[in-house]
């Protein structure tokens, strides 16, 4: 993406169908291949790596396994293993070594149903502190684990006894800026955003943004909180900044209408963090820039500090396909190249900016 570019182009670089049914794909860091992850049609799980050479897509590894896997991230893996950490419907976390996948480097059931969301920090060189995954479930529950601990999540983030359990269905770390602090946020289908603290163990913030909340992402995790967007069904999104938390107002926002159709995530750009990509239900891809205020808080009429909100600008839009895109992720060796995968025919397509 040059800076010079007032519009930048969205061109869909390489395209390939798959036999399977795909839900997410993740690049494998310092490579040109990336892992597609799905299932088979006879209900069985599918991780498959395919690599781009010479423009065109190759299917390099293709690994079977019991259960059909929902999401993965190599977010707590060291940049030496690459290992990548994955969730399936069975409600297992594991852990695999892509050099020798038969078996799972660490494996718990670490929900009672499907797990629909997964992140991590700490590897990769992104974070402070230990490597830790959270995961999110239909069960209602999102729970951090640490690869180091057997069996046992370091936090566990569920109702209290007689609550609704509302099905959680996307999770991210953030604010990972030092040894002590991580937050993760967390969107559920009845709307609701939850900020859970990880130094304190507790529910620093939450808010309803009135439709299922598909996606949630920092801008960094590896920063003081800055910016967090949350997609959700009917079309919208918000961006909320996370520098000024009013003690009864909360985080400023700004939404937008876009795609007319479910938004089901946002990716920020590696290279440029007020960069972030939206994915719809239509089968297009928007691209988006975040405009910071000339002052990002101001005192009420009581001298209690808020934020302010920024403004969005929309740089480009494309459409792929004809179905959803369910699942994008930026290259972060190569600036402004993405892979995303579609419900059209289960392809994977790589697009660059």
Same mark, same amino acid.
């Given at each position: 993406?040059?800076?010079?570019?007032?519009?930048?182009?969205?061109?869909?670089?390489?395209?390939?169908?798959?036999?399977?049914?795909?839900?997410?794909?993740?690049?494998?860091?310092?490579?040109?291949?990336?892992?597609?992850?799905?299932?088979?049609?006879?209900?069985?799980?599918?991780?498959?790596?395919?690599? &781009?050479?010479?423009?065109?897509?190759?299917?390099?590894?293709?690994?079977?396994?019991?259960?059909?896997?929902?999401?993965?991230?190599?977010?707590?893996?060291?940049?030496?293993?690459?290992?990548? +950490? $994955?969730?399936?419907?069975?409600?297992? *976390?594991?852990?695999?070594?892509?050099? +020798?996948?038969?078996?799972?480097?660490?494996?718990?059931?670490?929900?009672?149903?499907?797990? /629909?969301?997964?992140?991590?920090?700490?590897? *990769?060189?992104?974070?402070?502190?230990?490597?830790?995954?959270? !995961?999110?479930?239909?069960?209602?529950?999102?729970?951090?684990?640490?690869?180091?601990?057997?069996?046992?999540?370091? +936090?566990?983030?569920?109702?209290?006894?007689?609550?609704?359990?509302?099905?959680?269905?996307?999770?991210?770390?953030?604010?990972?800026?030092?040894?002590?602090?991580?937050?993760?946020?967390?969107?559920?289908?009845?709307?609701?955003?939850? &900020?859970?603290?990880?130094? /304190?163990?507790? &529910?620093?913030?939450?808010?309803?943004?009135?439709?299922?909340?598909?996606?949630?992402?920092?801008?960094?995790?590896?920063?003081?909180?800055?910016?967090?967007? +949350?997609?959700?069904?009917?079309?919208?999104?918000?961006?909320?900044?996370?520098?000024?938390?009013?003690?009864?107002?909360?985080? %400023?926002?700004?939404?937008?209408?876009?795609?007319?159709? !479910?938004?089901?995530?946002?990716?920020?750009?590696?290279? /440029?963090?007020?960069?972030?990509?939206?994915?719809?239900?239509?089968?297009?891809?928007?691209?988006?820039?975040?405009?910071?205020?000339?002052?990002?808080?101001?005192?009420?009429?009581?001298?209690?500090?808020?934020?302010? %909100?920024?403004?969005?600008?929309?740089?480009? /839009?494309?459409?792929?396909?004809?179905?959803?895109?369910?699942?994008?992720?930026?290259?972060?060796?190569?600036?402004?190249?993405?892979?995303?995968?579609?419900?059209?025919?289960?392809?994977?397509? &790589? $697009?660059?900016?």
């Amino acid at each position: 993406m040059s800076s010079s570019l007032s519009k930048p182009q969205i061109i869909a670089h390489a395209h390939t169908g798959l036999n399977f049914t795909v839900f997410d794909c993740k690049w494998i860091p310092c490579s040109a291949k990336f892992v597609c992850l799905g299932n088979f049609p006879r209900g069985t799980g599918v991780i498959q790596i395919h690599e &781009l050479q010479h423009g065109e897509v190759q299917l390099v590894k293709e690994l079977e396994k019991p259960k059909p896997i929902k999401c993965g991230t190599f977010g707590a893996s060291s940049l030496q293993t690459r290992h990548i +950490a $994955t969730g399936d419907f069975d409600g297992n *976390l594991n852990i695999w070594n892509l050099e +020798a996948a038969d078996v799972p480097v660490y494996s718990v059931k670490a929900h009672k149903e499907i797990v /629909n969301s997964i992140d991590g920090v700490g590897g *990769l060189g992104i974070g402070e502190g230990a490597p830790e995954i959270v !995961t999110g479930s239909r069960d209602g529950t999102v729970k951090v684990w640490d690869p180091r601990q057997r069996d046992w999540p370091v +936090a566990n983030m569920e109702p209290l006894e007689g609550e609704t359990r509302r099905d959680c269905w996307t999770v991210a770390f953030g604010h990972a800026f030092n040894q002590e602090d991580r937050c993760v946020c967390a969107g559920y289908d009845n709307g609701d955003v939850k &900020l859970f603290d990880l130094r /304190n163990m507790s &529910l620093r913030w939450e808010t309803n943004i009135k439709n299922g909340v598909c996606c949630v992402e920092f801008d960094r995790k590896d920063i003081n909180m800055n910016k967090l967007v +949350a997609t959700s069904l009917e079309g919208r999104f918000h961006v909320f900044d996370m520098r000024t938390q009013h003690p009864t107002k909360g985080f %400023a926002s700004v939404s937008e209408k876009a795609h007319k159709s !479910t938004i089901w995530q946002v990716r920020h750009l590696p290279q /440029n963090r007020d960069v972030f990509m939206t994915t719809g239900g239509s089968g297009n891809l928007h691209l988006w820039k975040y405009e910071y205020p000339a002052q990002r808080s101001e005192k009420d009429c009581e001298g209690v500090a808020g934020g302010v %909100a920024g403004s969005l600008s929309l740089l480009q /839009n494309v459409t792929l396909s004809t179905q959803p895109i369910t699942s994008l992720d930026w290259s972060p060796d190569k600036q402004g190249l993405c892979v995303c995968s579609s419900f059209d025919s289960d392809s994977t397509i &790589l $697009t660059k900016i």
